[in-house]
């Protein structure tokens, strides 16, 4: 029973830090219409950044997360003005595949490049609080702290995107590209931040993800197919379902992680999205 | 003109043999390879439009097939049919559910199959015997190796010819363009979706037991890497997705490219080809291929 509730309580912090990528791919694929294959290799790239913030400056996560999130919103902004925005593409289905195609090099050369630089490639990073116990259950204080930030960086996003001009603008190019230009919202200034925002909510998801497991560059495509699987089981631009989504995907890896072995966590979300596919195609709550 | 031209450097390839040396024999059996896993994988992402990044699996699949059956003494003939006929399959499999997905979705979502059967391949230890790799009985093969891949590019090169100028190629092409347009012309897109699959999985299976019989001896890592995966996408890409030589123009490049690499630097290959692509996808998206028509 105690097990139980370490695996849940271990699988929703997970859930929360997937959910992050997830509304970043997910709102990038509404705005801009790509699919950012390498969505998961900026997750990687933030927790790089925060080892090195650890290992030379000392700084805790939390306070890396100050420095992490300005400057990948500055990152994605430079790759989707730089990468994005020139690309070439005449009809629908060659800027379906140019897009992929350049993301798909990012993510590449990002991998490669990381693995390459590195003598030892896997990084993790020793930062600990002290836990607490409540009865017999022993909690980690930064895997609490950590999901009481994501559940805060979500409810903020949740009001950026209902109240602010910004926001509105963002959800009004998601829902009609043409009519949002028509209504006056500049549709490029939008789509580049979009982008900033979703390269930085994926790069903070990384801060996160180091300060629990280890990571290495490899990860990077296997992250941008469990976020599919969890924008596909949440449903599109559905940022409650796909919160759900990824907690549901979350508590599964761990529980069969723990029975059958960490190799076959992909695997998890794997099955999870051709069952979502074959039962519910416009996903949980479509 | 142009037919004399395919006739010249087919029978270029049959002769060559005799005057090259083994080295060079190897060199042109992984260019038929690369060309060949472009060329079939293009009648799904060029003609139908569909971007399957999980083709290195059915070529995987057909790989182990082959090489699991030969391995324990089922004979060739088994091998043979048994490494087509099993991708095949999953092809038939895996259309229901991920031809529900388009675009950008699908791709990620074979992307997936081919990591998901690197697991497998890893995990299931009696029968593909893990990350230690199968191994199946040597013997001297590069010459017939050879000849068995360039008869199938050359039949393959003619398919895509047939298919770019037949009916069938024209309703991949429509539902490449707009495939709710041709369901409301009263044409079913699934039942061409679903059989371009399958054909394009039976020859990417071919493939993969051309590949075990030479090299005798393949590991998960090796066969489900992701250089494998993205090659034959990135190989039409370059050369021209949709068009009938523009695979494997794509291949040369690639291949010509792969060898100055090795001369060069043992590191770092999947950040060239990373650059390549985003190069190819921001300044010809269309291919090497459609260059010259696009000029005018």
């Known amino acids: ?286 | 003109m142009k037919l004399a031209l395919a006739a010249a450097s087919v029978l270029a390839f049959v002769l060559l043999p005799w005057v090259a040396t083994t080295y060079v024999i190897s060199l042109a059996f992984a260019l038929f390879l690369t060309a060949a896993l472009a060329q079939s994988y293009d009648w799904v992402g060029g003609h139908l439009g569909y971007m399957n990044l999980g083709h290195a699996a059915f070529f995987g699949i057909g790989a182990y097939t082959f090489g699991i059956v030969f391995a324990r003494g089922g004979g060739l003939p088994l091998a043979w049919a048994a490494a087509v006929l099993l991708p095949a399959a999953a092809a038939l499999l895996m259309s229901y559910p991920f031809f529900r997905l388009r675009g950008a979705y699908f791709a990620l979502a074979t992307f997936g199959l081919v990591a998901l059967l690197e697991r497998l391949a890893g995990n299931l230890v009696g029968l593909t015997r893990g990350s230690e790799g199968l191994t199946i009985p040597t013997g001297y093969r590069l010459y017939s190796a050879y000849y068995t891949l360039l008869a199938l590019c050359a039949i393959l090169t003619l398919a895509t010819w047939w298919l770019s100028r037949s009916r069938l190629g024209l309703a991949l092409v429509a539902i490449r363009e707009d495939e709710d347009a041709v369901g409301a012309y009263g044409v079913a897109p699934f039942r061409f979706k679903c059989g371009t699959l399958v054909v394009s999985a039976a020859v990417a299976g071919l493939v993969g037991a051309v590949y075990t019989w030479q090299i005798t001896y393949i590991t998960p890592g090796d066969i489900f890497s992701l250089e494998k995966a993205v090659g034959p996408v990135v190989i039409a890409m370059i050369g021209g997705s949709g068009t009938v030589l523009g695979p494997l123009v794509g291949a040369l490049l690639i291949e010509v490219i792969r060898e100055f690499l090795r001369f060069k630097t043992q590191y770092l290959a999947l950040t060239v080809y990373g650059i390549m692509l985003i190069l190819v996808g921001l300044f010809i998206p269309g291919g090497l291929m459609r260059l010259r028509r696009r000029s005018h």
Not at chain 1, 51 to 68: C, I, R
Not at chain 1, 72 to 98: D, K, N, S
Not at chain 1, 139 to 144: E, G, M
Not at chain 1, 228 to 242: A, E, F, K, R, Y
Request: with cysteine.
């Open chain 1, 1 to 286: 029973m105690e097990v139980l509730l370490q695996l849940l309580i271990g699988g929703i912090l997970q859930g929360g830090i997937y959910a992050l990528g997830a509304f970043g791919l997910s709102l990038i694929f509404g705005v801009l219409r790509v699919l950012n294959v390498a969505h998961g290799d900026f997750l990687i790239l933030g927790a790089y950044a925060t080892f090195l913030l650890y290992s030379t400056l000392g700084l805790s996560p939390f306070a890396a997360l100050l420095l992490v999130f300005p400057a990948f919103v500055l990152i994605g902004i430079v790759v989707e003005r730089v990468m994005i925005r020139p690309m070439r593409a005449q009809t629908a289905h060659e800027f379906l595949v140019a897009s992929i195609l350049i993301t798909l090099g990012i993510a590449l050369a990002v991998e490669d490049l990381l693995a390459f630089s590195m003598v030892q490639p896997v990084k993790g990073i020793d930062y600990s609080l002290a836990p607490f116990r409540v009865g017999g259950l022993v909690i980690s204080t930064l895997r609490l702290l950590s999901l009481g930030l994501i559940l805060l960086l979500s409810v903020a996003l949740h009001f950026f995107l209902q109240s602010t001009l910004q926001g509105k603008a963002i959800r009004a190019v998601i829902e009609d590209r043409e009519g949002a230009m028509l209504a006056g919202i500049n549709v490029l200034a939008v789509s580049r931040n979009t982008f900033g925002l979703g390269i930085a909510l994926t790069s903070v998801a990384g801060v996160f993800f180091i300060s629990i497991i280890p990571v290495e560059p490899h990860m990077g495509l296997p992250l941008t197919l469990k976020y599919l699987s969890i924008i596909v089981l949440g449903g599109i631009g559905n940022l409650p379902g796909t919160l759900l989504g990824a907690v549901i995907l979350g508590c599964s890896e761990s529980l069969v992680g723990f029975w059958w072995g960490a190799e076959w966590s992909l695997t998890v979300a794997f099955v999870i999205l051709i069952a979502i596919l074959l039962l519910r195609p416009k996903g949980l709550f479509g």
